[in-house]
């Protein structure tokens, strides 16, 4: 400990180089860590804000194999309620809905292309809240069976108001082509891009269009867990009573990624299966495509904290040479006086550690400020990043693991910058040193 | 007694007639695949589609050359042009329809419903006529088109898995049975595309439509007219049809 404190009392003698030093190595944390709150931050929203707009944390879906084709509906829901309910999920926390996954929407020769989901609007107004739809509004809605829902950017996108007549191309569940006709009965306030791929509209009509074999069928079964976290515990609490009377779907089938193999190995999954089978899947698995994007971000922050890393590491190693040749004397007079070749050695590494100690807590400071001046812009809940922030706020999550892997990354970089000159100190013969001029 | 002999010699007339003419129906849409189908030659042809698109200023352009083996159900379309879509191909081999890009070197799975490329053409428009195998015709009368008297065949999909659910066709009858023109209908009975064949070419008695045009009754002034040129019936090496030549075509 005596060493350590020699160790703090050197630094406080060079003041604007500890501090320039310390400083570069904040300036790398102070990226790191905010770039990766930001990402953490915004990933969590999106799942949280997308699962209050498809009203699920998990989605389970049945599929039927047909003369060799493959088609997804629900009709039997028997075993479904009872997986649900053994897995402790109170009915209220169920839903169901049909979609139409790919459909095209036409309107003065104008095109978007739409999801369409079909919601039993027969539910209680509260539930369309998240929807931010008003009772008012859900009544409005209520009135037209063939109505549908768009978002402000969707209705611009093919110019049209309310009360007009689109036209939808898509697909039946066995892929056959199909027509039909949306009235639009409400535009809502929410002009995001993300949302101008999704429309909502009646159960009953939708099913219709999909030609789903009874009035009872629908697309999928919608579970909404306590939270985002206890998600997918939940989901293989579900898996394991579904799997005592259907087959599941292998994880990942359900992947965007349509490449040679994939598909090979796809055609050889659906040519091996019979009857029926279920998937069940988290809003993490089908975010996975949009979370990778988010997670590129947080890659090309940690190569930047990498080389700035790198970068500090070779200034560390240079500081301390300087350092080595400056207090040469002051070494050898040490070593006289009885201090051995290790508290030589541990003092400059203990100089190390508390330089980085200290760039790091400088780091996590400034990041800390930042986040906090981040999360006070209002960009609205009409905007494009309306689905990444909360009520218009960018939100920002510190996950403990990481901090403890920086601090830990940085400590070691800065300690393996340090170890060089500190052997050679630590190898200086008392008279040799004494013997040196500065 | 004669009158009563009469009215049945006419009954039985009509009920044979009305016979032959359900066995008609079926026949005209058999004979109208035969004579699309070269199931002992090969195909080869070079594609211009042309695309007027509300949406879209001006015309595009997309030309292709495109490879056919009725026989094994195959077929592989080259674009070269746009010049952006250039070494971009389609390869269908059994029920596998691939799409592949030269600048990311994959292939990708589609569906021959889906549209060709970014035109109103789609990918079954390549592939051969099997009329007679996915529908039923619910009735048939007769008509004019273009001043050319014609068959008018309603047909219905023999199940639902066939993508288009209902037809019209209108078929020569004087002559080849040849395909006028054709309506094609959704589930919901609405009609959704108007096919119009201009010409034909005869090649050893089969014959290939050289000039088409394909309207978009949804969207309102999106048109895609189709020729084709230097149509050959000569034999294509069986490596024509693999993912390797595509890459290799596209340059690279």
């Known amino acids: ?438 | 007694m004669k009158k009563i002999a009469m009215a049945l010699v006419v009954l039985l007339v009509l009920a044979g007639f009305a016979h032959a003419q359900d066995t008609d129906y079926t026949k005209v849409l058999k004979e109208v695949d035969r004579l699309a189908t070269f199931t002992n030659t090969d195909f080869t042809a070079f594609v211009t589609i042309v695309t007027e698109d509300p949406e879209k200023e001006g015309k595009s352009v997309n030309k292709a050359q495109f490879f056919r083996r009725d026989k094994d159900d195959k077929f592989m379309v080259l674009i070269s042009e746009p010049v952006v879509q250039k070494g971009q191909g389609y390869l269908k081999v059994d029920d596998n329809l691939w799409f592949y890009d030269p600048n990311t070197n994959e292939f990708t799975h589609q569906s021959l419903k889906e549209n060709f490329s970014d035109t109103g053409a789609r990918n079954n428009d390549f592939s051969k006529s099997t009329l007679a195998d996915d529908y039923n015709v619910t009735k048939g009368e007769s008509g004019v088109i273009a001043k050319q008297d014609c068959w008018i065949l309603t047909l219905e999909a023999k199940n639902n898995t066939v993508t288009i659910p209902g037809m019209k066709i209108w078929v020569a009858k004087s002559g080849p049975a040849l395909v006028l023109k054709t309506e094609e209908y959704s589930l919901s009975k609405r009609l959704e595309r108007t096919n119009l064949y201009g010409k034909y070419l005869n090649i050893d008695g089969r014959y290939i439509a050289t000039a088409m045009r394909f309207d978009d009754n949804l969207t309102a002034g999106k048109r895609t007219s189709m020729t084709l040129e230097k149509v050959n019936l000569g034999s294509i090496p069986d490596s024509i049809f693999t993912k390797a030549y595509l890459q290799k075509a596209s340059g690279r």
């Open chain 1, 1 to 438: 400990m005596r060493f350590a404190s020699i160790a703090l009392r050197n630094l406080s003698r060079q003041k604007k180089r500890s501090a320039l030093i310390a400083g570069a190595v904040a300036l790398g944390v102070f990226i790191i860590l905010t770039v990766n709150a930001f990402t953490a931050g915004s990933v969590r929203i999106l799942k949280e804000n997308m699962a209050d707009t498809l009203q699920g944390h998990i989605f389970i879906t049945m599929e039927h194999k047909l003369n060799d084709k493959t088609v997804s509906y629900i009709e039997d829901d028997s075993m479904l309620w009872e997986a649900t309910r053994a897995a402790g999920v109170a009915d209220a926390d169920v839903g169901r809905s049909v979609e139409i996954d790919m459909s095209t929407m036409i309107y003065g020769g104008k095109t978007s292309m739409q999801q369409i989901v079909g919601l039993d609007w027969s539910a209680p107004d509260a539930e369309f809240e998240p929807m931010g739809l008003s009772p008012e509004e859900v009544a409005k809605v209520r009135k037209v069976p063939n109505g549908v829902v768009f978002n402000r950017r969707t209705a611009k996108n093919l110019n049209v108001e309310e009360g007009g007549v689109v036209i939808v191309r898509m697909s039946t569940i066995n892929g056959q082509s199909n027509v039909g006709e949306f009235v639009v009965s409400h535009i809502t306030e929410d002009d995001s891009d993300i949302m101008s791929f999704v429309s909502f509209a009646h159960q009953e009509y939708v099913a219709e269009l999909l030609d789903l074999p009874t009035t009872k069928t629908y697309s999928s079964f919608q579970v909404r867990a306590e939270s985002l976290d206890a998600a997918p515990a939940l989901a293989e609490v579900i898996k394991a009573t579904l799997a005592e009377t259907y087959e599941l779907k292998p994880k990942g089938s359900g992947s965007f990624d349509f490449s040679a193999s994939r598909v090979r190995k796809k055609n050889a999954e659906e040519a091996s299966w019979e009857g029926i089978r279920v998937n069940v899947r988290t809003i993490n698995e089908m975010l996975a495509p949009f979370t990778t994007l988010v997670d590129g971000m947080f890659i090309v922050s940690l190569v930047i904290f990498v080389i700035l890393m790198v970068i500090t590491i070779i200034g560390i190693a240079n500081t301390f040479r300087m350092i080595l040749f400056e207090r040469i004397r002051e070494i050898g007079t040490m070593r006289a006086l009885g201090s051995q070749k290790e508290h030589v050695r541990s003092m400059m590494l203990y100089e190390a550690l508390f330089l980085s100690l200290v760039g790091y807590l400088a780091g996590l400071a400034l990041s800390l400020v930042t986040q906090a001046l981040l999360t006070l812009p209002d960009f609205g809940t009409t905007s494009a990043f309306s689905l990444f922030t909360h009520q218009g706020h960018l939100t920002f999550r510190m996950e403990p693991v990481y901090l403890i892997v920086v601090l830990a990354i940085v400590s070691i970089f800065t300690i393996l910058a340090a170890l060089g000159p500190a052997r050679k100190a630590a190898r200086l013969e008392p008279a040799a040193a004494l013997r040196t001029s500065n």
